[in-house]
């Protein structure tokens, strides 16, 4: 059974940092591509950012390029996105998904953590 746990989130001011992570059980993040997904309500779900499984380069929607970094730790089978200057933009549920490309080829989802950004 494929479980994916996040955590990290939280309230930060606009500019500032949080860091989101991912707890894989059932499935070696190794063998599959990963990606960070994000909804706001009544919005559809928006990628942010994607990890092919060979590899440690990441994909981003251009929307956070340049101050989102995805990495991953295979040995703890751990996802994690590193969200530097937030913008209030930034404020949604974010997923941790498996995915087949990183680039949005959707599989088994987390539960989501919480971001907020204040202005």
């Not at 494929?2 to 949080?18: D, F, N, R, Y």
């Not at 969200?83 to 539960?111: H, I, S």
């Amino acid at each position: 059974q494929v479980q994916l746990v996040e955590s990290g989130g939280g309230l930060a001011p606009a500019g500032g940092s949080l860091r989101l992570s991912c707890a894989a059980s059932g499935v070696a993040i190794s063998g599959t591509g990963m990606s960070w997904a994000r909804q706001v309500p009544s919005k559809n779900v928006e990628w942010v950012a994607g990890i092919y499984k060979e590899g440690s380069e990441g994909n981003y929607a251009n929307s956070v390029k340049g101050r989102f970094t995805i990495s991953r730790d295979n040995a703890k089978n751990m996802l994690y996105l590193q969200m530097n200057n937030l913008k209030p933009e930034d404020t949604a549920r974010y997923y941790c998904v498996t995915d087949r490309t990183g680039r949005g080829d959707y599989g088994f989802w987390g539960q989501g953590t919480q971001v907020t950004v204040s202005s």
